[in-house]
């Protein structure tokens, strides 16, 4: 018999206001093997805890209840309290007598019978328990980044700077994400590429971090500290230890058709390309949907003209595997497809663009060196209507619930630059609110709406009207309370953004959680942001929630913080909550094998003592406890109960069940 | 399949052809719209005043009438359509309503919007399906550019019309694809005709007219279809120089080879 003590925690009016926390304590005091029973006001707080190890060494206690909050909260707070004061830890049993009692309930009576019920419940299971000691897993030094938009750099540049190596999966030709198709940025109008590919370069030139452009995760195993992962190569048709980014084969092509989706299709480019001067790495690559060569055997002009000779039109996808400790999750965003947003006439109109396409026509490098032209007969536009919220903050199924946060800005942005580089233009804005928080933000907004001049309009755009080579713009004023109709040139729609359609297969893969919209879940809103729910996974930028570079860089530096931490460390300790066959019942039929979703389990072939001296040789189940995660799929699905689960076995369960049942 | 059909007056008097095509190609389709017995008008315009009762009560008789029947209840036209299912709606949702109407009606049990009201066009989409349609078509309208002409009403608010999106609606265009011709997408497709105003300001509803005509020409339409008979009005009569405008029914016949049979 366990000498057990109870310690009833109100944690102050949360627990105390529901629930009669003096009786709670009183009862389970006459609990058989209960020694000691009290209760507190902040079990979690130092005298708290100093009240717990005194009582476990004058009771002599060899068992501990705690009635407080969820164990997700507390539980290794009171492990560790318990565990100074000579006791193993796993002999802790918390009651969840807050989230599952006092928040919940509001009559104080049903309450506190409740309380007591969970209580009984714990006693029960902590008769059973047995002291458990955990082992420790190595720690792979080594740090996986997908995705090398501006956020998988900078994660990437301060992991490496800690000294640790880190790999780099980007899935286009070239690093630099989303931000290498802006032109400037907010609130100080310096230009994108100026601040971002010097850092592409430091990322491409740092000894601690490899780049596998052109790639994607292709499946992950393993758990926190030991991922094995394996990384598809897509075949690029291009030797890339040979090609020198000389770009003559990009020139010579005889393939002119091509929409350049660096240039979101605004113009055209070859089959083989680099997506733009300053890529990272500098190699060419061959669009397979375009290429002659590889749809019909006939061509080879860019293998003629290479002098490298790093043309191979028989390359294939490559699979690579690797260890990693850690693994960061920066996979960005896009806007979202325009298709349900007609009324704005984006299939109907070039000269309707999304405000990506209108920073590719603001950019120097873009598809009219930097000269504001309109798509459809390349004249300067003389009225701009720049709408707002298209797709976000929709209340319908349409679009997204969400505000995705960086349009306000960008819009400003833009606006401000029409009217600074054509003051002869007449640029509207159409909003529902503005939304500029953040360090000078709205000091720049102000500066268009004061100095600028941009016309900010509170309302909707109601229609788009493309008629005689102009877009009628219907559209309601909120303040002035009146229809508005502008005869506009162009109309620059501030699509929602969304997450990159690779998060939620990748998601799956690393069995991180999301949310209803694809954005990864943190561990906690507030106080652990940048890292996912499973162990070992880091979050960073954008497919986290709508962020703008200066965020997106705060935390993919949060995120090296934390992934620094654990590589820092040289093993891990492990769950000593593992699974245990008891290898006398184990029949061998490999179901836990198959159900293992970490490949914990083998089967070996065994000596067993057979009555009259006699040997058997059986095939049994044997867990590896350095992998098993505790999940207890396993125990469930063993038909013959052999497979338990420590610290949780079958008999504890059930001596839970009947305390409650009693 | 048997439906309960709410034809409405205009469909008797000047929007014949919306009527008498729409029945003739139920039959080809397979499914029978058989006409409510003594229906009354719709009340033309759905009450905005939330305490009007007597113009709720004609459509309460009709969707009563075909949840007795146990059938759902069609309508062609967009007037009498919006009106219906919004007062059904209103059944369905305002405790006071529905409880006005039933005493003034002196029913047994009060009537809380049961009945489905469909317009003819769901049924085409969701219970034949345009893929089936397309099947049953013996003249498809191959070659013929045509634009579809919502109006206001069809679709709008969409919260209680609640089958097609009013902004950028596609119910017409896949059925006008289902008949083999070219649905022309033009941005003023869901604009206001101008109609309720033709007797107020004619120059108004003309300007209207002319705005939508010329915008689906530039897009490159040939011709207009509608389901609204004020719209069919409106932009037949009082446009300068308009494409020509037909019941959505009446392609349908055409394209079902029915037309021919009745001549």
Known sequence: MQRVGVFVCWCGSNIAATVDVEKVAEVLGQEPGVVFSTHYQYMCSQSGQELIQNAIREHSLTGVVVCSCSPRMHENTFRKTCEKAGLNPYMVEIANIREQCSWIHKNKEEATQKAVILGRAAIAKVHLNAPLTAGT?????????????????????????????????????????????????????????????????????????????????????????????????????????????????????????????????????????????????????????????????????????????????????????????????????????????????????????????????????????????????????????????????????????????????????????????????????????????????????????????????????????????????????????????????????????????????????????????????????????????????????????????????????????????????????????????????????????????????????????????????????????????????????????????????????????????? | MTYSYFPGCTLKTKGKDLDIWGRASAEALGFHLQELDQWQCCGAVYPMAKDEIATRLSSVRALMAAGEAGQELVTLCSACHHVIKRVNRDMQTDETIRDRVSRYLGLQTPYAGETTVLHYLEVLRDRIGFDNLKQKVVNPLTGRKIGAYYGCMLLRPASEMGFDNPENPTILEDFIRAIGAEPVVYARRNECCGGYCTIKSKDYARKQVDAIMENARACGAQELITACPLCLYNLTENATDGLPVAYFTQLLAEALGVKEEQK
Not at chain 1, 240 to 268: H, I, S, Y
Request: a neutral charge.
């Open chain 1, 137 to 662: 897993s190595p720690v792979k030094k080594r740090a996986l980044v997908i995705g090398g938009g501006i956020a998988g750099i900078q994660t990437a540049l301060d992991i490496a700077d800690a000294g640790f190596e880190v790999d780099i999966v980007e899935k286009e030709p070239t690093i630099g994400g989303k931000m290498t198709q802006i032109d400037k940025t907010f609130p100080t109008l310096d230009c994108a590429a100026c601040i971002l590919t010097p850092k592409m370069v430091d990322a491409a030139q740092n000894e601690k971090i490899k780049i596998y452009s052109y790639s994607e995760v292709q499946s992950v195993k393993g758990f926190v500290g030991n991922f094995r992962v394996t990384i598809k190569k897509k075949a690029r048709y291009v030797d890339e230890t040979k090609c020198t980014g000389c770009g003559l084969c990009t020139e010579k092509c005889p393939q002119k058709k091509v929409p350049n989706a660096f240039n979101l299709g605004l113009d055209q480019r070859r089959a083989i390309y680099i997506p733009f001067a300053q890529a990272v790495p500098k190699i060419a690559t061959i669009d397979a949907d375009y290429c002659t060569m590889l749809k019909t055997g006939k061509c080879g002009v860019c293998s003629k003209v290479c002098t490298a000779g790093a043309i191979d039109y028989k390359q294939t996808d490559r699979f690579i595997e690797e260890e990693y400790g850690a693994i960061v999750v920066a996979t960005g965003f896009n806007p979202i497809k325009l298709d349900q947003y007609d009324e704005f006439a984006y299939s109907q109109s070039p000269d309707v663009v999304t405000s990506l396409e209108f920073e590719r026509l603001m950019n120097a490098a873009g598809p009219t060196g930097g000269t504001l032209l309109r798509p459809s007969d390349g004249t300067h536009p003389k009225t701009i209507v720049f709408v707002q919220c298209v797709g976000s903050r929709c209340d319908d199924s349409k679009g997204k619930s969400y505000c995705s946060k960086i349009c306000c800005m960008y819009t400003a942005k833009h606006a401000m630059l029409c009217r600074e580089k054509y003051p002869d233009t007449d640029v509207y804005v159409f909003y529902i609110d503005v939304r500029t928080p953040g360090k000078n933000f709205d000091e720049f907004y102000r500066r268009a709406v004061e100095e600028y001049g941009v016309h900010y309009v509170k309302g909707m755009v109601g229609k788009v009207v493309p008629e005689n080579g102009k877009l009628k713009v219907q559209a309601s004023d909120l303040l002035g309370n009146r229809q508005l109709h502008i005869d506009a040139d162009m109309v620059v729609l501030a699509a929602a953004i969304e997450p990159d359609k690779s998060a939620r297969p990748l998601a799956t893969m690393l069995t991180a959680s999301m949310d209803t919209n694809d954005f990864f879940t943190e561990a906690h809103p507030k106080l652990r942001p940048v890292e996912s729910p499973t162990a070992g996974i880091f979050l960073s930028g954008a497919c986290q929630g709508p962020k703008d570079i200066p965020e997106t860089v705060a935390q993919a530096s949060a995120a090296a913080a934390k992934v620094i931490g654990l590589l820092a460390k040289d093993s891990l300790i492990c769950n000593p909550c593992t699974a245990a066959p008891d290898e006398l019942m184990c029949n061998g039929c490999s179901s836990c094998e198959k159900v293992c979703p970490y490949g914990a389990i083998t089967y070996i072939d065994k000596e067993f003592r057979g009555p009259n001296r006699t040997t058997l040789v059986r095939r049994v189940a044997q867990v590896n406890p350095a992998v098993c995660q505790g999940c207890g799929a396993c125990t469930v699905a063993c038909p013959s109960g052999a497979m338990d689960l420590k610290g949780f076995s079958n008999k504890q369960i059930m001596a839970e069940v009947d305390a409650i049942c009693r």
